[in-house]
């Protein structure tokens, strides 16, 4: 079994009927899927990749041979025991905003990504443009719900994220299993080593490395909105013992002042009652409650902002 492939070009041509059946099988059934021929230029990812693995060698590799992670691990391997460590993720990473200091030390690091930031804020912004189109809803009406309006008030992060090779993957996860609280995230992943797993029909199953595509997958905000039409998916990144594997994800989050809750539509075409929808929410509020529950199952995380 193997996460959708979608052929993003192809929404422009004779068959975007199908192309949209695909992109909502995607989001229905999966919350994960990758897109090929996107937009984005092969030219402007390959320097994505180079900047990012420089980076990593030249301000992070060192650091992280000293980190908690590190130190953790090596304790643990010393008892031989079949303890694991559970509240460490063999991960460094830093986070990228418009307003937040950058590294300045790899040369074409902050060039290179501020212009794939904006190539993918767009292909986000097109990808909620079909979410709408195929949810029966008016075009603009998600980001405009993330946006907290018409403005711009919407989170736009990129994570990057390295994951070196673990002398011990069996007693650590890369990064613990958990789904994403925000909207719609956009994921560059390593095309050579693996690790990433999505959780479907109770079966973990790898999210397949295919060179310069981006992997698409929907947040707790998305599904909420949808009136759980769309579910946020569970996914988790593996340690492994050889390779240094690069992971760059973007997350078009809401405001933290937005007002979160399934669209009127979607609530009337079920004929539900209100009691049974989603709950109406302030994204920050959701935020406070998944900073404490980010690894715990997420329906609590539902209860707990309602009752907010």
């Known amino acids: 079994m193997a996460i959708p492939v979608i052929d993003f070009s192809k929404l422009n041509g004779e068959e975007r009927a199908k192309t949209m059946a695909q992109i909502a099988n995607g989001c229905e059934e999966w919350g994960f899927f990758q897109l090929i021929n996107h937009g984005i230029p092969e030219e402007l990812l390959e320097r994505v990749k180079k900047v990012a693995s420089e980076f990593y060698k030249l301000e992070r590799e060192e650091n992280f041979k000293k980190s908690t992670s590190v130190k953790l691990l090596s304790d643990l391997a010393e008892k031989k025991d079949s303890e694991k460590q559970e509240y460490v993720d063999w991960e460094d990473v ?90 719609v995230i956009l994921l560059f992943q390593d095309d050579k080593v693996g690790g990433l797993q999505m959780l479907k029909d109770g079966k973990w199953i790898d999210v397949q490395p295919l060179p310069n595509a981006i992997v698409i997958n929907t947040g707790d905000q998305i599904e909420v909105l949808s009136n759980g039409r769309y579910k946020s998916c569970w996914h988790r990144v593996l340690a492994t013992p050889d390779g240094n594997r690069r992971s760059i994800a973007s997350f078009y989050n809401p405001s933290f002042k937005a007002t979160i809750c399934p669209a009127p539509q979607l609530v009337e075409k079920q004929d539900q009652q209100v009691d049974d929808t989603y709950p109406k929410f302030v994204f920050g509020d959701y935020m406070s409650v998944y900073a404490e529950q980010k690894f715990l199952p997420k329906e609590p995380r539902f209860r707990a902002v309602r009752a907010m």
Do not use: Q
């Not at 290179?112 to 912004?125: D, G, I, N, S, W």
């Not at 946006?147 to 011990?168: I, L, M, Q, R």
């Open 94 to 183: 830093i986070t990228l905003l418009d307003d937040n200091e950058w590294p300045e030390k790899t040369p074409g690091f902050r060039e290179t990504m501020a212009e794939y930031r904006c190539e993918l804020k767009k292909l986000a912004e097109r990808m909620m443009e079909v979410m709408d189109e195929n949810l029966e809803l008016p075009k603009g009406y998600i980001k405009k719900a993330l946006n907290g309006g018409d403005g711009e008030g919407a989170f736009f992060g990129t994570k990057v994220s390295h994951y070196p090779p673990c002398p011990h993957p069996e007693l650590v996860k890369g990064l613990r299993a958990h789904t994403d609280a925000g909207g």
